[in-house]
Every structure is written in structure tokens, then in C-alpha cells.
């Protein structure tokens, strides 16, 4: 009985579920445009549902606009995702950013 309930307690504590909680895209460049893409994310663990700040969202939007330093980034997809551990007690939550560099278009 002891081994049973040890073996329930590990499938529950050891799983992971990823989740996409929202997707945002800005207007996409016409195809011959869209020659370099640029891609970031970051992430931020939860523990207790007590987020630990909210700055990794910033930190990935930096990261995306750095590699676009002189140019104008369009078409890009936001995803907002969650993967949760050990029965709902822990997750982390993350961004994803995917745009396209438009180098002949300057920042204005």
C-alpha cells in the first residue's frame, strides 16, 4: 500500500503541462520583405502562485530590438505560455517573439 501511494505521489509531482495562454501578431510584411527574421524569449518561475516580477516580458522585447538596431521590426508573434510542475504548485511562465527585420526601413 505504502509503494502504491509513493508511486501516485511521484506521477503527480513529477508531470509538466505547457499551455499557451495568448498569441498576439502585428501586420505581417509583404513576402519579399521578410528576409531576416529575429527571434527571443524569456521566462519567469512562479512558485506558489507569487509571481517573481514581470520583467521578463521587457527583457525579451529588448533582446528582439537589439537585433534590429537599424532597422524597423514588423510581423511580429508574441506567444505568452505557462508549463506547470509538480501538481499546479509551481510553473513558468514565458514569452516567445518572432518578427522580421526591415533594415531599409530606419526607426522614426
Not at 17 to 44: G, H
Not at 53 to 64: C, I, K, M
Not at 79 to 92: E, L, P
Request: aromatic share 8%.
Amino acid at each position: 500500500m505504502r509503494n502504491s501511494l509513493l508511486l501516485l505521489s511521484g506521477l503527480l509531482l513529477s508531470g509538466a503541462c505547457r499551455t499557451v495562454e495568448s498569441v498576439s501578431i502585428s501586420q505581417i510584411p509583404p513576402a519579399a520583405l521578410r528576409k531576416q527574421k529575429i527571434v527571443s524569449s524569456a521566462s519567469n518561475f512562479v512558485f506558489l502562485s507569487i509571481p517573481f516580477g514581470n520583467s521578463f516580458v521587457e527583457r525579451a522585447r529588448e533582446d528582439l530590438e537589439s537585433q534590429c538596431p537599424t532597422g524597423q521590426i514588423e510581423g511580429i508573434l508574441a506567444k505568452h505560455q505557462r508549463t506547470t510542475y509538480f501538481a499546479a504548485i509551481a510553473w513558468n511562465q514565458g514569452v516567445i517573439m518572432e518578427g522580421y527585420c526591415l533594415n531599409g526601413n530606419k526607426k522614426g
